[in-house]
Structure formats: structure tokens, C-alpha cells
């Protein structure tokens, strides 16, 4: 029936059979049927004939009414169910950093999903400055940097601190020595970072602080690799604390280990966005579960990991963040 009714008044507004069934593209005896079979439906008469015009019944012009007030009906469904859609399926792109990438995005994005199971999440990856710049000509909504930022124009909301810690295989010299110290690391073979990242400048400057020299086996972009060559290659990394679940250390058989100078390599996890971006209402609502989310989950590492190594006879403290 509402096809019928659009159809109506398609002739009404052509003011001729003739142009309203082009405009509608069919032919023009198969429209003139269709107006024949809605006043039989209806059971009155909608037109008129006067020489070559058509002219409006008074039931022709009370349909007309209605076929105007269904259309500005569906128009107003249309423009709810739009509305409706953006709000329950919200797209938001994040970009993240190397280290926040392999680290906190993950969870970042899980939390999102949880509050928000139709969100439609996106990500693009870069170095820092590479975050903040996608961040600022909003490319991206948020950004995820191991970093303060302080940018105008843009918010830094600080979500945990992270330092370094030195990963070894669980059979590894090193798990033995007391106290260990970072020069315990002079002439050892090391997997790291790949020069340029931040994690590696902080181990470059710790190096050249305390006149270690490592024997650099490796350096990788990929934390998982890193992880997974360690063990193989018999050799030790630096990896953000973050980062080590220790599901996933037991998994590759390594162990983490607290050295006290490895304290001082310590970056801020970041949440990062423009104050006038259009994602200023949504990502400020889930603030507070967001920091809350990430303080908990870090305690948690943290206790775990330390009942880990006191029940292998590992150090007396936790790895402070």
C-alpha cells in the first residue's frame, strides 16, 4: 500500500501520468493500472479527467494529505534510525606506539568492547611524535603513547608508570647472583629494542651511564619475537614491565628480574586527545574506568609476578611501578 501511495503521488506532483511514470521508470500503462487497482483498493475515485489534466477528487486530495504525512513519516524513521545507528555503533581509531601496541592496547581495546559491545575500533601504529601528529589533525581519536605529552590543544591523561626489567631464561646464570646489579650485564649477550625506540634510548643511556657494554646479539621491533628468541639464543632482554604477563614468561620459559638501576628507566603510559574532537563526550564518560582498569591490572602483574619468584627463592619485593 505505501508504494501505491508514493506512486499517487508521484502523479499528483507531475500533474501528468506521462511524467510521473518516467520518473518513476515504468511504463506508462503499467502506472495507469496501478492508480486503476488502488481506487478499486480504496473503493473511491481519485481522479478526474478535464481534456488532457488530471484533477483531484476530494478523496484524491484527502489521500494526497496522508501520502504527505507518510512520507515526512518515513523520513523522520530514517533520520531516528541514522542517529540511532551512530549512536550504538560508534567507529573510534586509536593509535598506539611500538610498546603500547604489544602492551596496553590489548587491553585498552577489551575494556572499550566490554562498555561498549557494538564499538567499531580501528587502530594505526607509529612512533610517538607519529601518534601525537595523527591525534592532532585527528586522524585518530585517541592516541596510546609511553609518554607525557604536553601539546596544546590536547589532553594527556597519565594511566600507569612502567619501568624496564631484565628478562633471562628461567636456567640463566644471572637468576643466581646476589645482588644483582646492572653490571652483571657488561659482556653478556642481550637481545634489544631497535634504535630510535624510547625504550632503547633509555637503555642506551643507562649503558652509558654505568660503562656497561653488552654483546648485542639482536635488535628487534617486535616484542613477541624478542620474547621468544631470548630462550632460544641462551641470551637476556630489557622489555617494558607491562608487558610481562607471567603466563606468558612461564610459557617461553623465562624469568623476570628486578635490578634496582633498571627503576630509573621509567615511562608514563598515556591516553592522549584533542580537547574540541568530536570523541570528547564519549572518551571523558570512561575516564575514570579507564585509569581504574589499569591500576588494578597492574597491581595484579605485579603480585603475581612476585609470588612467582618467591616460591623459585627470586628476590623479597615487588616490582614497583
Known amino acids: 500500500m505505501n508504494e501505491w501511495i508514493e506512486m499517487f503521488a508521484s502523479v499528483v506532483e507531475h500533474s501528468s501520468i506521462n511524467r510521473a511514470s518516467q520518473a518513476l521508470n515504468i511504463s506508462q500503462p503499467a502506472l495507469s493500472r496501478k492508480l486503476k487497482k488502488l481506487e478499486q483498493t480504496l473503493g473511491v475515485q481519485l481522479f478526474v479527467r478535464?481534456?488532457?489534466?488530471?484533477?483531484?477528487?476530494?478523496?484524491?486530495?484527502?489521500?494526497?494529505?496522508?501520502?504527505?504525512?507518510?512520507?515526512?513519516?518515513?523520513?523522520?524513521?530514517?533520520?531516528?534510525?541514522?542517529?540511532?545507528?551512530?549512536?550504538?555503533?560508534?567507529?573510534?581509531?586509536?593509535?598506539?606506539?611500538?610498546?603500547?601496541?604489544?602492551?596496553?592496547?590489548?587491553?585498552?581495546?577489551s575494556l572499550f568492547i566490554q562498555h561498549d559491545p557494538a564499538l567499531d575500533i580501528q587502530t594505526i601504529t607509529g612512533k610517538t611524535h607519529e601518534v601525537v601528529t595523527f591525534v592532532r589533525e585527528q586522524r585518530a581519536h585517541l592516541g596510546l603513547v609511553a609518554s607525557r605529552i604536553e601539546e596544546p590543544g590536547m589532553a594527556c591523561v597519565p594511566l600507569f608508570d612502567d619501568h624496564l626489567m631484565l628478562v633471562v631464561p628461567s636456567d640463566h646464570p644471572l637468576t643466581r647472583e646476589t645482588p644483582l646489579t646492572v653490571a652483571a650485564l657488561h659482556g653478556v649477550p642481550m637481545i634489544l629494542f631497535s634504535k630510535g625506540t624510547w625504550y632503547r634510548i633509555l637503555v642506551d643511556e643507562l649503558f652509558t651511564k654505568y660503562r656497561i657494554v653488552p654483546e648485542i646479539k639482536m635488535e628487534?621491533?617486535?616484542?613477541?619475537?624478542?620474547?621468544?628468541?631470548?630462550?632460544?639464543?641462551?641470551?637476556?632482554?630489557?622489555?617494558?614491565?607491562?608487558?610481562?604477563?607471567?603466563?606468558?614468561?612461564?610459557?617461553?620459559?623465562?624469568?623476570?628480574?628486578?635490578?634496582?638501576?633498571?627503576?630509573?628507566?621509567?615511562?608514563?603510559?598515556?591516553?592522549?586527545?584533542?580537547?574540541?574532537?568530536?570523541?570528547?563526550?564519549?572518551?571523558?564518560?570512561?575516564?575514570?574506568?579507564?585509569?581504574?582498569?589499569?591500576?588494578?591490572?597492574?597491581?595484579?602483574?605485579?603480585?603475581?609476578?612476585?609470588?612467582?619468584?618467591?616460591?623459585?627463592?627470586?628476590?623479597?619485593?615487588?616490582?614497583?611501578?
Open 220 to 321: 628487534i621491533d617486535s616484542f613477541e619475537a624478542i620474547i621468544r628468541l631470548t630462550s632460544t639464543c641462551n641470551a637476556v632482554t630489557l622489555l617494558p614491565n607491562s608487558y610481562l604477563r607471567p603466563q606468558l614468561l612461564r610459557d617461553n620459559g623465562l624469568t623476570a628480574l628486578n635490578v634496582r638501576e633498571l627503576e630509573q628507566t621509567i615511562r608514563t603510559t598515556s591516553l592522549i586527545y584533542r580537547l574540541n574532537g568530536d570523541i570528547v563526550p564519549w572518551i571523558e564518560a570512561r575516564l575514570d574506568n579507564v585509569i581504574d582498569f589499569f591500576s588494578k591490572r597492574r597491581e595484579e602483574y605485579g603480585r603475581e609476578q612476585y609470588f612467582d619468584r618467591r616460591h623459585d627463592g627470586w628476590g623479597d619485593r615487588t616490582n614497583g611501578e
Open 50 to 109: 478535464l481534456g488532457k489534466r488530471l484533477e483531484l477528487t476530494a478523496a484524491g486530495k484527502m489521500t494526497y494529505q496522508y501520502a504527505l504525512q507518510l512520507r515526512e513519516l518515513h523520513k523522520r524513521y530514517i533520520r531516528e534510525l541514522m542517529q540511532y545507528q551512530s549512536t550504538t555503533r560508534k567507529a573510534v581509531t586509536i593509535s598506539a606506539s611500538l610498546t603500547t601496541l604489544q602492551s596496553s592496547l590489548p587491553d585498552l581495546i
